[in-house]
């Protein structure tokens, strides 16, 4: 059964660093892997998607890789700030008879200003 | 506008009062899903539909029912809420086994 680990749970840095959000899974078969913001009380907004062939995505100030074989995905987000605060979640898509999304449990980030 | 919408956004019901939550998708997705969300247990599928009239269970499907009669609708059933399906309820949609579209979410209290 796929888990997807996301740790620490949450996350506070200053105004301006560069950090690396981290996501762990445990079966490499998967169809893609993608990263999601979520304010409280909102939905989901969809920030990247990477195809189980790719190993990496980017989108303006953040960049996603993947390396399916060891299980793990890196959310960068360069030059934080206030408005980055949010949950970040990562979600694996699975193959196979059960084809659907594993969520980890979310990184909490908050960025001081 | 592509989007997944949901009705109604917030619902407050008593135990055993039978209840729906519409989702709709504007984008001819044919994969359509649904989740709860719960503080500590995170996102949980309940159901999820590879396109019409094909339906198949989730990690936690026991007390919901799903049908998919058109492309564009996948309605969440509860035939008789209890407490514990209180929770944060989002419907998704895409193109299989693409990026996730998901709608604003259905914040469900049963008393």
């Known amino acids: 059964k796929q888990e997807v680990t996301q740790i620490p749970a949450a996350l506070s840095v200053p105004e301006g660093e560069n950090l690396v959000l981290n996501c762990s899974f445990t079966d490499s078969a998967i169809y893609n892997l993608q990263w999601f913001r979520q304010d409280p009380g909102k939905g989901l907004t969809s920030l990247l998607l990477?195809?189980?062939?790719?190993r990496e995505q980017t989108s303006g100030r953040l960049n996603a890789s993947l390396d399916k074989s060891s299980g793990r995905s890196t959310l960068y987000i360069a030059a934080s700030q206030p408005g980055d605060s949010a949950t970040y979640l990562c979600a694996v898509f699975n193959t196979g008879a059960n084809s659907k999304l594993t969520f980890g449990k979310g990184i909490t980030l908050s960025v001081r200003p | 506008e592509a989007q997944v919408t949901q009705n109604p956004r917030y619902l407050i019901t008593v135990t055993g009062k039978k209840l729906t939550v519409t989702c709709s998708q504007n984008m001819n997705h044919e994969y359509m899903s649904w989740y709860r969300q719960d503080p500590g247990l995170g996102l949980r599928q309940i159901y999820y539909s590879m396109n019409v009239e094909v339906t198949d269970k989730g990690d936690v499907p026991e007390g919901y029912k799903v049908s998919r009669k058109e492309k564009r609708n996948f309605p969440l059933i509860l035939e008789s809420p209890s407490p514990n399906q209180t929770s944060l309820y989002f419907c998704?949609?895409?193109?299989?086994?693409?990026?996730?579209?998901f709608g604003p979410g259905t914040r469900l209290t049963v008393l």
């Open positions: 990477i195809q189980s062939s790719q």
């Open positions: 998704a949609s895409s193109f299989f086994p693409n990026e996730q579209f």
